[in-house]
């Protein structure tokens, strides 16, 4: 299944009609509808239940302007097996796994999914994966979780709760060198890094926000979540493509070829030298822009 190409992915609570009503408008590639941390325990039943008019709404316009659907499960197998049963529908392109404990964890819960497909006739392994790690115990298996099933999509760690269990302060040191963990780790699993390096509590500070966003697209970061919809555009503009970095990732790759159709093997191109892995990266781009 191909990669998605995610960029944006925008957390709203299942029940909260106000927000599901609007949320195909934001902008974003993806809507999450959570059942987890933003539905309170007494609510959850009600949450499973709201899902499938839920994902109506978000999902209009699916195949144009609006977003693709995705849900939020409980952490616990007693909630996260109704959830399931819930969550996968025709109108749901991916769950977001919270706490995700190792491989293991992952193949366990893509057994429950793949039971629900096909009772519901949908194509088993359509429904795909995005993982959080969420605990220090995890952090050793993020290669083996990336890699865990053909469903995983996207991976990344859950900043707030894995600064609980440290300890820690979120903020761009402390989640450096675990952000770079998963971008090695999803990179090398062929699937997509997840999250941004900074802390971000106060959502009116949009240059901040920019600024964090740009230096991680910069380490390497695909697609990121949010919670305001305030984040969206600026996630879109900064782990989107411009358009004068895709005309001259065009220009780049139709001057290496010109060059090797010559025999020529050394390529020149505005000013610099040009190789493989420039030219790799170049078509890289061009992907994600499509």
Sequence with gaps: MPLPNWRSLLFVPATAERFVAKAHTRGAD???????????????????????GAAAV????????????????????????PDIAAAVMPAVTALMLPKVMGPE??????????????????PVGRTRFIGI??????????????????????????SEDLSTELEAVPGADMLYHFGMMVVAATRGAGILPMG????F????????YRASLRRSRKLGFACTACIHPAHVPIINEEYGVPPEEADRARRLIAAFETALARGEGAVAFEGAMIDLPVVER?????ARAR
């Design 30 to 52: 993806v809507v999450i509808l959570d059942l987890e941390d933003s539905i309170p325990p007494a609510e959850k039943v009600a949450a499973r239940a709201a899902l499938a």
């Design 58 to 81: 978000v999902g209009q316009g699916s195949h144009g302007s609006g977003a693709e659907v995705a849900v939020r499960i409980n952490r616990p197998l007693e909630l996260a097996v």
């Design 105 to 122: 964890h992952v193949r366990l819960l893509s057994e429950v999914v793949a039971a629900r497909e096909a009772a519901l006739g949908i």
């Design 133 to 158: 790690v969420e605990t220090p115990q995890a952090l050793p298996h993020l290669a083996a979780i990336a890699a865990a099933d053909p469903r995983m999509a996207a991976l990344g760690v859950g």
């Design 196 to 199: 941004s390096v900074g802390a």
């Design 201 to 208: 509590a106060d959502f009116r500070d949009l240059e901040g």
């Design 282 to 286: 170049a078509r890289r781009l061009l």
